[in-house]
């Protein structure tokens, strides 16, 4: 079932990998609005919810951040991370890069220690203005699920027919390794097809591509709540132990949730 996020600003929320973590969602109340339509997400299909295709202004983006942050400073609530998630991919938002700087600045303002993360799927990095803000975020979470193109398509369903992973990767490049890299391992069948993250070309691929990208942190995950697509499966803490030990090996920071 399609979980979403009702509000602009929500939680602050326990996050395992973040801490208490303030969540802001660029994107409409009541539906999914994203370039992907990954078979594992939790915000369902993109086709569902498609009454509400609204996304809020600058305006009462400030202002509904801005009075969050004020109650929990005012309260004594804990904010440790500022994130930016939500119902589909932030960076749509015509107006990122000028909401990031605000935000800085609320951040500055009310909770100085605390980070700014931003979770995105990396597709919307060539658009003018995209990477120089995340690049002023203190974690930007980027997903690259996989190299081999046939898969990513499978899995990921990215909604651009032009979707190319080398350009993706020569965009990832220009972040120097200044970015956190997300990548979902899973198994199963989609559209008939089997798939598994695990399987040797597959993960060669991944891994190469990891080494050459050099990113600060990887964060591999499995599927967590019931994914749109009940034939998938979770793949075991162990096998993405295995995956990421010449990673780790290379002395690149991991961090696995299960
Ligand atoms: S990129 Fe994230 S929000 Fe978009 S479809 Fe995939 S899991 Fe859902």
């Known amino acids: 079932m399609a979980i979403y996020f009702n509000t602009i600003v929500f939680g602050p929320i326990r996050s395992r990998r973040l801490g208490s973590s303030l969540g802001v969602n660029l994107l409409p109340l009541k539906g999914k609005l994203c370039s992907f339509d990954c078979v594992y997400c939790e915000c369902g299909w993109n086709a569902?919810?498609?009454?509400?295709?609204?996304?809020?202004?600058?305006?009462?983006?400030?202002?509904?951040?801005?009075?969050?942050?004020?109650?929990?400073?005012?309260?004594?609530?804990?904010?440790?991370s500022i994130t930016f998630s939500g119902n589909g991919e932030p960076t749509i938002h015509p107006n990122f890069p000028e909401i990031i700087d605000y935000t800085i600045a609320l951040r500055n303002k009310f909770f100085p220690k605390a980070a700014i993360s931003v979770l995105s799927n990396a597709t919307m990095l060539g658009r003018p203005g995209i990477k120089e803000a995340l690049r002023k975020v203190d974690n930007p979470i980027l997903k690259l699920?996989?190299?081999?193109?046939?898969?990513?398509?499978?899995?990921?369903?990215?909604?651009?027919?032009?979707?190319?992973?080398?350009?993706?990767?020569?965009?990832?490049?220009?972040?120097?390794?200044?970015?956190?890299?997300?990548?979902?391992?899973?198994?199963?069948?989609?559209?008939?097809?089997?798939?598994?993250?695990?399987?040797?070309?597959?993960?060669?691929?991944?891994?190469?591509?990891?080494?050459?990208?050099?990113?600060?942190?990887?964060?591999?995950?499995?599927?967590?709540?019931?994914?749109?697509?009940?034939?998938?499966?979770?793949?075991?803490?162990?096998?993405?132990?295995?995956?990421?030990?010449?990673?780790?090996?290379?002395?690149?920071?991991?961090?696995?949730?299960?």
């Open 48 to 80: 569902d919810g498609r009454s509400d295709n609204k996304i809020p202004t600058v305006e009462q983006v400030r202002e509904a951040l801005k009075n969050k942050l004020e109650e929990c400073h005012r309260d004594n609530i804990p904010v440790d």
């Open 145 to 258: 699920d996989g190299v081999d193109e046939a898969y990513v398509r499978l899995i990921d369903r990215p909604q651009n027919p032009d979707y190319s992973i080398s350009e993706v990767i020569s965009q990832l490049e220009w972040f120097e390794g200044n970015f956190i890299l997300q990548t979902m391992f899973l198994r199963g069948v989609v559209d008939g097809v089997e798939v598994d993250s695990m399987r040797s070309d597959l993960l060669e691929g991944w891994q190469k591509m990891v080494l050459a990208l050099r990113p600060r942190e990887v964060m591999l995950y499995t599927l967590d709540r019931e994914p749109p697509l009940s034939t998938l499966k979770k793949v075991s803490v162990k096998e993405m132990e295995q995956a990421a030990e010449p990673l780790e090996k290379a002395g690149i920071k991991i961090r696995i949730s299960g």
